[in-house]
């Protein structure tokens, strides 16, 4: 149903932004944000939802981090703060322009913003998960899902886009996912964000 945020396996996309090797130590939650994102990848792979990555200046960011398993993709390198560059564009074009994004990375106030604003100028429906992405500064990780929202992104968690995908236990593919949801995804410390709106 247009408006309200339902997801689908048809017509969605996983965009996977920037999680490189020389932001490990300065991302707020970096290992848990990526363990979110690497399931989210996992299920899109289950489900045939397509995943498109990039990297944010890779020569001196150095590459996307092994744990997110994602080295069968093809690796968009990028200066601007947006993933919407030519060859991302090219992509989405050749997915037959995909309809709602699924979007996790970093960081929350840079590219994660600008790739939310290109898309929702575009008319696509943005999907925020909001435990799979971060920031240097959980202040700029926050202030950045409230902006965000305040635009028209639909802020969400790991687990609820796992669910929303099958929405059905009889869903071919439920088991699959099940084991993804096996543990809780930890954490990365969302609580306050939440208790103040």
């Known amino acids: 149903m247009a408006g309200i945020g339902r997801l689908s396996t048809k017509g969605s996309v996983l965009l996977l932004c920037d999680m490189q090797e020389k932001f490990r130590p300065n991302i707020f939650q970096f290992t848990n944000i990526v363990s979110n994102a690497a399931r989210l990848l996992q299920a899109s792979r289950a489900l045939a939802i397509p995943a498109i990555l990039t990297e944010q200046y890779p020569k001196g960011l150095g590459p996307t981090v092994p744990e997110l398993g994602a080295g069968d993709l093809k690796a968009h390198a990028k200066t601007r703060f947006t993933m919407m560059i030519e060859d991302v564009e090219k992509e989405l074009a050749a997915l037959g322009n995909p309809k709602q994004a699924i979007l996790c990375g970093i960081e929350a106030q840079a590219c994660i913003a600008c790739t939310t604003f290109d898309l929702l100028e575009k008319g696509i429906e943005v999907h925020i998960v909001a435990d799979a ?65």
């Open 133 to 197: 992405i971060s920031s240097r500064s959980q202040t700029d990780r926050l202030f950045a899902l409230s902006r965000l929202k305040q635009s028209g992104a639909f802020l969400t968690t790991t687990e609820a886009v796992l669910l929303q995908l099958v929405q059905d236990a009889k869903h071919p593919n439920f088991k699959e996912i099940q084991k993804l949801l096996t543990h809780p995804s930890p954490d990365t410390g969302l609580t306050t964000f939440f208790s103040s709106l």
